[in-house]
Structure formats: C-alpha cells, structure tokens
C-alpha cells in the first residue's frame, strides 16, 4: 500500500504529526496504515524481502522524515539505531563525543576503544572551545544536547559548522529535544538520531530507534548496515510508535509546560542542592539553548540533599511519580542516576533525571514534595 502524497513544507509540525505517514484517500480506504506482518513479498516492488522493508515501517519512517527533514530508517532499538552508525566507521577511526552522555552509548564507545576498532575523545560538549580543539583528526562528531542526565546544552549551529568545514561528519542524538524543539539536520549535522521508545512513540511500550540523514550516500550505508546486521524493527511495534506519534506535539507542549512549573518551584525547595533544566532563566544553558531551540523540553534533573541515600528515599518514596528507567512518556518517572554502575562519575550521585509526563501538575508537585522532605527525615 502506498503512502498519500503529503506537501511537507505546507504545514507545521504540530499539523504533521498528525497527518504524515497516512494511506492514500479512497472509498472505503483505510485511514491508518494497517499492520503488514509478511516477510516474504512478490518481486517488482520495493520491499523484496522483510528485512529490507516493510509497509508498516515506511509509514513511520515518512512520519519521522517529516520533522526531521531528512531520509529515516527505523530500527529494533535506540542503541540498534546508534550502533549501526558506528558500524560504518572504518577501523582506527576518531570519535568525539560526550563524557557526560547516555550510558549506553559510553559503553558501547569505550568497548569499541579497548577492542581497538576506534579512537574516541571524551570531552564536555557544553564547553566549546573543549570541542573545537578535539575535532582535529575527528571522523564523527558525536554530539547529544542537551546531555542525558546532566541537560547540559552544545553549541549545536556553531559546533557543526566548525566540524564540517574540517570534513567531519555530524551526528545528534536528539532525543530529548525532540525535532519540535530543533531540527540538527538544518542545521547541518548529517545524522540525528533517535530512541522512538522515548517522545515520539510515548507511551512506555515500544522498543524502537531511527536514523535521519539528508546525505544520501550515508543513508545507503547505515540502511545496509540494518539489512545485514538484522537490527529491524517488528511491524506492530512500528505500528504502535505511529499511533503514538500522533499526540507528540500535544504531549510535548503539556510536559514542557508542567517541567518549567515544577523546576521553578525545585529551586526553592530545601531538599534540593541543585535544578538542573534550561528553561530556567538561571540555568548556565539558558541563554545558549534560547538561542536556538524553540523550547526546552520536559526533562530536568535535580541534586537531592544528603547524598546518593536520600536520593534513594526520594524516589522509593513517590506515589504518583514512577521510580524507573526510561522517559518521554505519558507517565512521569524519575530516578536516581548512580544507581546504575555504567553512569559516567562526573554525574553528581545523588542527581535524581525526571521525566515530566501530562499529569496534572499540582499532583505532581504534592507528591514530589512530599517524597523529597521524607527523604531529609531522619531513618
């Protein structure tokens, strides 16, 4: 089944998420693109074989390519979709990245150093001149803003320009920002990279990741890299990403609202040492993401008082808010970082990620607050 011919620049993006990735109009057609659970397909179409393509995955695909302004491949995974980025990089090659990023991605990087496949500088992607300086000799400039869970905010437009006039390519992990926020790929970057689990998809319940890239010869290899390494992602769980993706842009605008609220009120309350989130005018990054997001997102850290124990009592001691690993959907969660041996030691351990959902706030706030005076009393 085809897809409708959709003028992309004609519409917004809160109009696109609706309306992207659609079957054709016809009498008594379908209005959502059906699940299409076959693996084998007769020749002379695009597919060929069901790990090459599938109808269900393309409607997602042309959903994401629509914010993202740039050819998308989906995967099994976040981390399916990173690493087969990775894997077209040629043995000895130089990676810049964040020391302060996804752990996942960290671990996967500093395995690919001890197996002497790459040759990665960790640097703080907040601190400019840090970056400009590694980039010589670089291949990929990894760059993920704002940073997962510190929210620290790269200069992304002058970060790329100066990558590329040195013949590196560009990479973006955008998950938090989502492409409602800003678009890497206009401003340059090659890829941006997301985990679908996350906003797009929002409802806790797919494992999924896609790759954007406006460099045709890259998409080429990065869709080789999924064929051959099998990283494909299953037909109803791209089926379930869509249908979430709908509500992106009204899920956005409510979880943003609701995190600038409760990081306001984080600032003043006396279990918390420090608020990290950009939109606060007093956070460091404020000015820099301004500048060139069209918001902040929905995520926001804070340091709790009293250690990584306290953080601990924090989060056990939430009612409303969930104690898990994961973000961007509808339900709020938080966590403590530390709590997983792979966070990078220059994360602070008692700093406890939330990830603000659509609930009301004030019930949020009520059980924040009281979840984080239980844990200043004494056990």
Known sequence: M????????????????????????????????????SSTFHPGGPNGYGRYGNETWSALE????????????????????????????PIGS???????GY?????VLENL????????????VSNTDEVLAALPGTSLLWLESPTNPALEVADLPRLIAAA???GCVVAVDNTFATPLLQQPLLMGADISVHSVTKYLAGHSDVLLGSVSTSDSALHKRIEDARKFGGSIAGPF????????FRTLALRMERSQASALELATRLLTHPAVERVRYPGLPSDPHHERAKSFMSGFGAILSIDVKGGARAADRACESSQLVTYATSLGGVESLWERRHRWSIESPTIPVNLVRISVGIENVEDLWRDIDQALRTSQLPE
């Open 164 to 166: 590329k006039a040195q």
């Open 94 to 100: 130089v990676v810049t990245a964040s020391r302060n």
């Open 237 to 244: 769980e791209a089926w379930l990403a869509l249908r979430g």
């Open 2 to 37: 085809a897809l409708e011919e959709f003028d992309d620049m004609k519409y917004s993006a809160e109009t696109k998420v609706v309306a992207v990735g659609r079957p054709p109009r016809e009498p008594d057609g379908d209005l959502n693109m059906p699940i299409s659970l």
């Open 113 to 124: 150093v001890k197996s002497g496949h790459l040759d990665v500088r960790f640097v703080d």
């Open 62 to 89: 042309s959903a994401i390519e629509s914010l993202e302004h740039g050819k998308t491949l989906i995967f099994s995974s976040g981390m399916a979709a990173i690493n087969a980025v990775f894997s077209i990089l």
């Open 103 to 107: 752990t996942g991605v960290m671990v």
